[in-house]
């Protein structure tokens, strides 16, 4: 057997390193599923990394390589986001928790990564929030708050309800694009913020939704 076993990769274009680390969920019954999804010719899909349930992570693709795990989408200036970053798939049927021992798995593999690639939780993205339009994952049970708190992403500062902004609208989305988060409709934006940021959050966009997004942009602009 190789040791990166996906035959799904290539040259990262104009010699990029990776400068993001995308999060994924698998949306598959288990691992053996997915491993074998990741891995199979007929499917041109892979990713660096497969974390299974009880932690343990195994890698697909040399992180030197180009994985093919984003697709269309964008973070602030990188277009093609498979050139420019790392990507996890995280083993989760897309709509359960994810145990601790996984936590503590990915934990651990991030903080490898960080120092293999002088990376910091700023690198660190979903899926959704490069691909808002067509992607939901890690989805609204991943504990992008306990990754924030062990200094494996970022987080908004805790935000009043009432931030006195003229047109909460606007400032959401030039926030928004300010923070990284591709061009889309308000809805589109929304949603994807919410689910890394408020995923308990109901009903239209809020003068708290526009405070965090300009917190973020004032404090990790994307590039």
């Given at each position: 057997?190789?040791?990166?076993?996906?035959p799904?990769?290539?040259?990262?274009?104009g010699?990029?390193?990776?400068?993001?680390?995308?999060?994924?969920?698998?949306?598959?019954?288990?691992?053996?599923?997915?491993?074998?999804r990741?891995?199979?010719?007929?499917?041109?899909?892979?990713?660096?990394?497969l974390?299974?349930?009880?932690?343990?992570a195994?890698a697909?693709?040399?992180e030197n390589?180009?994985?093919?795990?984003?697709?269309?989408?964008?973070?602030g200036?990188?277009?093609?986001?498979?050139?420019?970053?790392i990507?996890?798939?995280?083993?989760?049927?897309?709509?359960a928790?994810?145990?601790?021992?996984?936590?503590?798995?990915?934990?651990?593999?991030?903080?490898?990564?960080?120092?293999?690639?002088?990376?910091?939780?700023?690198?660190?993205?979903?899926?959704?929030?490069m691909?808002?339009?067509?992607?939901?994952?890690?989805?609204?049970?991943?504990?992008?708050?306990?990754?924030?708190?062990?200094?494996?992403?970022?987080?908004?500062?805790?935000?009043?309800?009432?931030?006195?902004?003229?047109?909460?609208?606007?400032?959401?989305?030039t926030?928004?694009?300010?923070?990284?988060y591709?061009?889309?409709d308000?809805?589109?934006?929304?949603?994807?913020?919410?689910?890394r940021?408020?995923?308990?959050?109901?009903?239209?966009?809020?003068?708290?939704?526009a405070?965090?997004?300009?917190?973020?942009?004032?404090?990790?602009?994307?590039?």
């Open positions: 057997m190789p040791p990166f076993p996906s799904h990769h290539s040259q990262r274009v010699g990029q390193r990776p400068r993001l680390i995308v999060l994924h969920y698998t949306a598959l019954p288990d691992a053996a599923a997915s491993r074998a990741l891995c199979d010719p007929v499917h041109e899909v892979s990713a660096h990394w974390i299974d349930l009880d932690g343990s195994e697909l693709v040399d390589r180009r994985a093919w795990h984003a697709g269309a989408g964008a973070w200036s990188i277009a093609d986001v498979n050139s420019a970053s990507g996890i798939e995280i083993q989760n049927i897309g709509h928790p994810f145990p601790e021992p996984q936590m503590v798995g990915l934990e651990r593999l991030l903080t490898e990564i960080f120092a293999r690639w002088s990376l910091g939780p700023q690198a660190v993205i979903g899926h959704s929030d691909a808002p339009t067509r992607k939901a994952d890690p989805g609204p049970h991943f504990d992008w708050r306990r990754l924030a708190l062990g200094g494996f992403s970022v987080w908004p500062a805790l935000a009043a309800s009432d931030q006195g902004f003229g047109d909460i609208a606007a400032t959401f989305q926030s928004a694009h300010a923070f990284g591709p061009k889309a308000l809805a589109t934006l929304l949603h994807a913020f919410r689910l940021f408020r995923p308990w959050a109901k009903g239209p966009l809020d003068a708290v939704d405070a965090m997004a300009a917190d973020m942009a004032a404090r990790y602009p994307a590039a």
